[in-house]
């Protein structure tokens, strides 16, 4: 499909900024849990359940999603996404209890679920083929850039002017998003319909359910400590906020830099062996992690390593699908995003029972399990060599 060289020429970019305010919206509360604790009279843990609850909203809303929506109009359903989005988090600034806060997450993700997915799938309409992976890989920053930057400001701002505030931001940032998404991303885009003969070809696809397996459990294995970072850094070394935003941000800056490695790497390497790689990043930072909990340089040597890969690995992850099943990618890239959020359910839900029981060792070593498990499933993934070119 042509397209006006001055509507399309920055679309990667928009929707790469779209993804920061999606990936903002999902981890905010991950920044904040004892500013929430404290302003809304609950426990650490009832705080971090609104990620839990949170990412089963948006493990059932992709696929669902992605199948009622397959047929609107790419720009018209992105930037409504981003619309809902930035209303919700400036409504959850004036939420007046948990109860209410928790009503307008989970509303405002079940419409936001459908953003990740079909910003990647967009880029396949608008790039050509030998650029595709690295596209995809470009957009992702969004989430980079949310534990990069976005994370560590919102850990600063709930420190000092409260929960609200840092909500207020998330939801400034998202008009932001989709006045940029409204400008930049051409109109008329449209992708192959989703319908039930699609999903039962993903279902019939061991290939297509092992890498999403491996979605699930490096979300699971990430998200066990991601969640309860802050108040773990705090009980485990008596970390202060400026220095919990300071790992925060080390996890993010090297997230960035892991999606700016394997960017440049994912068309030359192959997406297998560049997935390969992050995942023991990600392996050998969640083991340091564990070994040296309660000693914070290596607690920020961990978190360091770990974030190379975090975000890179589920970049990899949609690229190997899409290339796996060209015509099945508006699904199955729907549902690599739905199984990244039941791993972050599993994980926050995981890590939250252990959190409330005062293991905090032991979510670690639980974490370790879970991504050790993924690289077996990657290996075991690996194309044969008539298939290296392209899996």
Known sequence: MEKAPAAGRFAPTALMLGNLVTGCSVLAPAGMLPELSAGLGISIHAAGLLITFGAVT?????????????RIERRTLLTTTLAV??????????????AS?????????????????QAAGTAALIVPAERRGSTIAYIFLGWSLAAAVALPLITLIASRYGWRAAYAGIGALGCIGFLLLLLR????????????????AVGRSRAILLLLAITMLQ????????TFMGPLLNKLTGASPDTVGMVFAIYGVCGFLGVAIATRIVDTWGPYRTSLLFTCLVLAGITTWALGAGTIAL???????WGLGFASTNSMQQVRLVAAAPPLAPATVALNTSVLYIGQAVGSATGGLLFARELLHTIGFVAVGFVLLALVLVILTRPRPAAAATA
């Open 101 to 117: 806060l928790l009503v307008i997450r989970l509303v405002m993700l079940a419409v936001g679920a459908l953003y990740t997915p």
């Open 85 to 98: 989005l930035a209303l919700g988090n400036l409504a959850s600034a004036f939420a007046p209890d948990y």
């Open 299 to 305: 607690m920020a040597i961990a978190v360091a390593t």
């Open 185 to 200: 991303l051409p109109a008329g885009l449209r992708g192959t319909p989703v319908d039930l003969k699609t999903w039962s």
């Open 219 to 226: 979300m699971s294995g990430q998200f066990a400590v991601f």
């Open 58 to 70: 948006l493990c059932i809303g992709s696929p669902l999603t992605a199948w009622l929506t397959s």
